[in-house]
């Protein structure tokens, strides 16, 4: 019989080791759409603003949208194994992408989403997670 034992990563140093992935503003928007189209989303809109020096930027569509409990999947971090099978027109593979990409830019994300009417709603805050670690 072989010893095993848990070895749970930092939240941490796994939040901030992933938002250093290389992303820049462009790429960043550039996955966050992937995720739209992915949605079968044929609108979306871009809109930032520097907001006197807190800035933010909101990615909209009229995709599929997430319930409840495809949201809270979406924002867990590897959400998907690569080896799962997908639609052929699903551009995401890790489950990493909506959050890489958003950590990469800010510290605080927020989805919102519609699905057969119902409203939904996940927030990351890096602040948070650094000073609590989980």
């Avoid at 796994?14 to 992937?34: K, P």
């Avoid at 992408?97 to 605080?108: E, I, Y």
Wanted: with cysteine; net charge negative; hydrophobic share 35%.
């Amino acid at each position: 019989m072989t010893n095993t034992e848990s070895s749970n990563p930092s939240a941490e140093a796994m939040v901030l080791s992933l938002r250093a992935m290389g992303y820049d503003l462009s790429t960043a928007i550039a996955d966050l759409i992937d995720n739209s189209i992915s949605a079968n989303a044929t609108e979306i809109h871009v809109d930032f603003s520097w907001n006197n020096g807190t800035p933010w930027i909101l990615i909209s569509d009229n995709g599929d949208g997430m319930s409840e409990s495809e949201l809270k999947k979406a924002m867990k971090p590897g959400s998907q194994s690569p080896n799962q099978i997908r639609d052929v027109d699903d551009l995401g593979r890790f489950g990493l992408g909506l959050k890489t990409a958003s950590w990469s830019q800010c510290k605080k994300m927020t989805v919102l989403s519609r699905k057969k009417g119902e409203l939904s709603n996940r927030c990351w805050d890096l602040d948070h997670v650094v000073s609590e670690d989980k």
